[in-house]
């Protein structure tokens, strides 16, 4: 399998992986957060990130099978779901007073 195709799929993997926006909250209305997209690219980096380093954590037999490669977007996911979260709560951080 080739690395443009796995990365590819690592992106998407990461993507899938960008929380959600809050749903319904009572009065008032919480402040909306960071850029939407920010999250999302950051989503996507680190699903690509994740993919990599599970990919090199724990080498598959070569060629990459399909089963090896959706083993690696577990980790691609679990990474693009941490750097999105943290992404979204810098701004939270950096409020003062």
Known sequence: M???IMFIG???AGWCGTGPKPGPWPLPEPDP???PWRRIFSGI??????GLLFHL???ADVPLTGGAFALTCIGAYIMGFV???FVG????GRKRG
């Open 2 to 4: 080739s690395y443009v």
């Open 10 to 12: 690592w992106a998407l």
């Open 33 to 35: 957060g960071p850029n």
């Open 45 to 50: 980096i680190g699903g690509m990130a994740g």
């Open 57 to 59: 954590a724990f080498p």
């Open 83 to 85: 750097l999105s979260d």
């Open 89 to 92: 709560s810098l701004k939270h």
